[in-house]
């Protein structure tokens, strides 16, 4: 792969948000592969960096996801709660770090293990976000905190036990429609629970 850093010249960037997170509109010109030069316009969404993690029980086939309510997927059609694998920005700590700290803010699960499996940009056409891929299995009798997020985030969240084939039925179904969950739902079909 090349570096593209030869290829992209920024003229302007201007703020246009700074309320939650960060909304910038960019013009640069960008080097085509025919060798013209294209002035291009693009607006990015400056959230930082997230994390996720997929709870297992190799055991018991089961997995641990949470249900809350999205109002960005609200104004887009959907009506209920969201199911997700737990996740959260990375605020200045490392990848592994945050997921700990979500997992037992969301869940109460406290785990030590993690695995990461892999990085992704989720939405590259707009949102500047990178998010790390976990796994960890966890233990349902070593539940140790209440879980269910921080209030004074607004949150209100739900942890659910799914037996993994039903979780895998619910994104046929489309009960199930979070891109990350569904990544790592395929992933444990794939490796875990083969």
């Known amino acids: 792969m090349s570096d593209l850093t030869e290829r992209v010249r920024v003229h302007s960037i201007e703020v246009l948000s700074d309320d939650w997170y960060v909304l910038k509109k960019t013009t640069f010109d960008f080097l085509r592969r025919d060798g013209t030069w294209q002035r291009q316009s693009r607006e990015t969404y400056d959230r930082g960096n997230g994390a ?8 018991q086939r089961t997995v641990i996801l949470t249900q809350q309510f999205r109002y960005p997927a609200f104004v887009n059609g959907h009506r209920k709660l969201l199911i997700e694998t737990p996740a959260g920005l990375l605020d200045e700590l490392s990848p592994e770090e945050a997921i700990r700290r979500e997992t037992a803010e969301e869940t109460g699960y406290v785990i030590h293990e993690v695995q990461k499996i892999f990085e992704a940009f989720m939405s590259p056409g707009s ?39 039903d979780a895998l039925t619910r994104i046929a179904s489309g009960e199930i429609s979070d891109g990350k969950t569904i990544m790592l739902l395929q992933y444990a079909k794939l490796h875990l629970f083969a």
């Open 52 to 59: 996720t993690i997929l709870l297992y029980n190799r055991k």
């Open 127 to 165: 949102v500047t976000e990178k998010l790390y891929f976990f796994i960890a299995e966890y233990d349902s009798v070593k539940r140790q905190q209440r879980g269910g997020g921080l209030v004074e985030d607004g949150e209100d969240i739900e942890t659910i036990e799914l037996d993994v084939e």
